[in-house]
């Protein structure tokens, strides 16, 4: 069965500082990888994703995530935090022929 | 290119009552998804259609049922609603599964 696992449930951190936003999954087979990004009342928005390749991963708004297959996780990172990047991010993980399966969200609150 | 959308944005019922939820995917792609997020908790996955079949369902009662049409569009029914039903009702579109889009929800309250 697949699973995601985001450990912390508030990630506080001043403007300007880099960020973590950290994932960890469980799946049978090959890992597809996904951040998505939540703002208030909106669905939630493609960020970046690991199919194959770089274990390094660039997606919009300056964010990456690093696939470490033998620690099972995929943290989101971004090197200087804004205030506008203050929202509800959730990790995903898929195998082929699976559905997606959602993390239960971290939200980021980035302070001025 | 248009979006995933879905309507109606909101949605507002009493108990007992039966709400139909719409989602129209991206064009191409041939699978959706619907999630239920209810306020303060994550996504909960509801059920994969693809081609027009059922691939998935999440661990929710048989009164939450859909289906796929032809043109991939797909409906969200809820049976004899419940309170602990009012919630973000999200879809979301893929083709092979790489990557989903997500509609803008719809919010559902059960008076």
């Known amino acids: 069965a697949q699973s995601v696992a985001q450990p912390e449930d508030q990630v506080n951190v001043a403007e300007g500082n880099p960020l973590t936003v950290k994932c960890t999954y469980s799946?049978?087979?090959?890992?597809?990888l996904f951040w998505y990004v939540q703002y208030p009342n909106r669905g939630l928005q493609f960020l970046l994703k690991y199919i194959t390749g770089d274990n390094l991963v660039k997606g919009s708004y300056g964010f990456e995530a690093e696939f470490n297959k033998s620690q099972t996780s995929f943290h989101l990172k971004k090197p200087s935090a804004l205030v506008s990047d203050s929202a509800l991010y959730f990790c995903?993980?898929?195998?082929?022929?699976?559905?997606?399966?959602f993390g239960p969200g971290t939200r980021l609150s980035v302070l001025p | 290119e248009a979006g995933v959308t879905q309507s109606p944005t909101h949605l507002i019922k009493t108990s007992g009552q039966q709400a139909t939820l719409r989602c129209s995917p991206i064009s191409g792609h041939t699978s959706v998804y619907w999630y239920q997020q209810a306020l303060g908790l994550g996504l909960q996955f509801l059920l994969w259609y693809d081609e027009g079949e059922e691939r998935n369902r999440g661990n929710f009662p048989p009164r939450f049922s859909g289906r796929q049409f032809p043109n991939y569009s797909s409906e969200l029914n809820v049976n004899a609603l419940e309170l602990e039903d009012s919630a973000l009702y999200l879809c979301?579109?893929?083709?092979?599964?790489?990557?989903?889009?997500f509609g803008a929800g719809t919010r559902l309250s059960v008076l």
């Open positions: 799946v049978s087979g090959n890992p597809y």
């Open positions: 995903a993980v898929r195998s082929y022929g699976q559905n997606f399966v």
């Open positions: 979301a579109s893929s083709l092979f599964g790489e990557q989903t889009y």
